[in-house]
């Protein structure tokens, strides 16, 4: 049975960086996109990032473009978040999710389209 854990999160004072971590068990881990998406105290969930397959695309939400990355290691079986200039707003708990889709060709941005997720990673910013 294919888990994601996710790891790295923590309480940062805003504009420190932090990089989370999810690491998936099983082979087929390569064949699928991958995405990041955040929830906060009282809010929906939210898309953060995805990244394809084989790592060549990327699709961020506005609210992380240019503070966020997303990339991966499929010989590690991981994807990461690199976080940087953080803000009180990027907190929440955050949740790496695997597209429902092997090799979709057009990256996915709603939840939906996700259907194996963490158990999430707190990351808390003050100001």
């Known amino acids: 049975q294919v888990q994601l854990v996710e790891s790295g999160g923590g309480l940062v004072q805003a504009g420190v960086s932090l990089r989370l971590s999810c690491e998936a068990s099983?082979?087929?881990?390569?064949?699928?996109?991958m995405g990041w998406f955040r929830q906060a105290p009282g809010a929906e969930r939210e898309f953060v990032t995805a990244?394809?397959?084989?790592?060549?695309?990327?699709i961020y939400a506005d609210s992380v473009k240019g503070r966020f990355t997303i990339s991966r290691d499929n010989a590690k079986n991981t994807v990461y978040l690199r976080m940087n200039s953080l803000k009180p707003e990027d907190t929440g708990v955050y949740y790496c999710a695997r597209d429902r889709a092997i090799r979709r060709p057009v990256l996915a941005s709603t939840g939906i389209q996700y259907d194996l997720w963490g158990q999430g990673t707190q990351v808390t910013v003050s100001s």
């Open positions: 099983g082979r087929t881990f390569e064949s699928y996109a």
């Open positions: 990244i394809s397959w084989g790592g060549a695309r990327t």
